[in-house]
């Protein structure tokens, strides 16, 4: 499992190198992308595709090539193996026949956003991608409103300006964020603010809506908000099937937000 940069090639481990000089074949989630990184660092190696679309079905032909000898290395378009990228089935398949998978760490998008963020490390939660569609992605973000730990999310550039948005009005227009936006490359920039302050900066500014993105935002740590957004949550669901009134007192129950926070309209 071969880390590789994310954008500046310096970050190629002299490991990773000499491994992707020496395999038998390279699996690659775009071949063509891996075959660009390849020649610029002098190296031929045969490429075998392996992505979301086919990984089910080409595992078991690669496990029985490392059966019979051949050694493989595995890298993603950009960064770590299996952090937001095809391999996971890959690696169960090698691993279930007893087979060694050995890890060659490096350059990770989301770890290199979380060092120079300035939020707390000790204990953060990577999320990846949410999802595309903004309904989704909204009931996503209100299941971790109240979470405590620092998150972490990638994000496209068609979606930045939408999930911004979406979560000043989920998390809180006050909570602090950082956004890290082509790193290790040459337009890199690391924004931290408020998420609404965040949400305007990326708003007013066409270059902060290029590029590939990763977005920290500090975990909830009022446990008054986190009731109240767990009970806004509970109540939303529950007032599909209820009363107002009566969804209103079951969801204060449950999370100990106050009943008229949830709905104000009386009894």
């Known amino acids: 499992m071969?880390?590789?940069?994310?954008?500046?090639?310096?970050?190629?481990?002299?490991?990773?190198?000499?491994?992707?000089?020496?395999?038998?074949?390279?699996?690659?989630?775009?071949?063509?992308?891996?075959?660009?990184?390849?020649?610029?660092?002098?190296?031929?190696?045969?490429?075998?595709?392996?992505?979301?679309?086919?990984?089910?079905?080409?595992?078991?032909?690669?496990?029985?090539r490392l059966k019979a000898g051949d050694s493989l290395a595995l890298v993603s378009d950009a960064g770590t193996p299996l952090v937001s990228d095809p391999g996971y089935r890959l690696v169960r398949e090698v691993r279930a026949a007893g087979l060694r998978v050995i890890p060659l760490p490096g350059a990770c998008a989301a770890i290199a956003a979380l060092s120079v963020a300035g939020l707390p490390s000790d204990r953060f939660c990577f999320e990846g991608f949410l999802p595309a569609k903004g309904s989704a992605r909204r009931e996503r973000l209100t299941a971790l409103a109240r979470e405590p730990r620092t998150l972490v999310f990638y994000e496209s550039s068609h979606r930045i300006e939408e999930c911004l948005?979406?979560?000043?009005?989920?998390?809180?227009?006050?909570?602090?964020?950082?956004?890290?936006?082509?790193?290790t490359k040459l337009f890199e920039t690391v924004l931290g603010d408020t998420l609404a302050e965040l949400a305007e900066r990326v708003a007013a500014d066409d270059n902060q809506r290029k590029g590939e993105f990763v977005l920290v935002v500090r975990g909830c740590e009022d446990d008054g908000q986190a009731r109240l957004i767990e009970g806004q949550r509970i109540y939303a669901k529950l007032a599909e099937h209820l009363k107002p009134s009566v969804a209103a007192r079951l969801a204060a129950d449950l999370s100990g937000a106050p009943r008229k926070a949830l709905y104000g309209g009386g009894e």
């Open 2 to 64: 071969v880390a590789t940069p994310i954008g500046n090639l310096g970050d190629l481990t002299a490991r990773a190198r000499e491994v992707l000089a020496s395999v038998d074949a390279i699996c690659a989630e775009d071949t063509r992308h891996t075959r660009q990184l390849l020649g610029a660092l002098g190296i031929e190696r045969p490429l075998l595709a392996l992505h979301e679309h086919n990984e089910a079905d080409v595992a078991w032909k690669l496990v029985e």
């Open 165 to 183: 948005a979406d979560l000043v009005a989920i998390f809180g227009p006050e909570r602090e964020a950082v956004l890290a936006r082509e790193l």
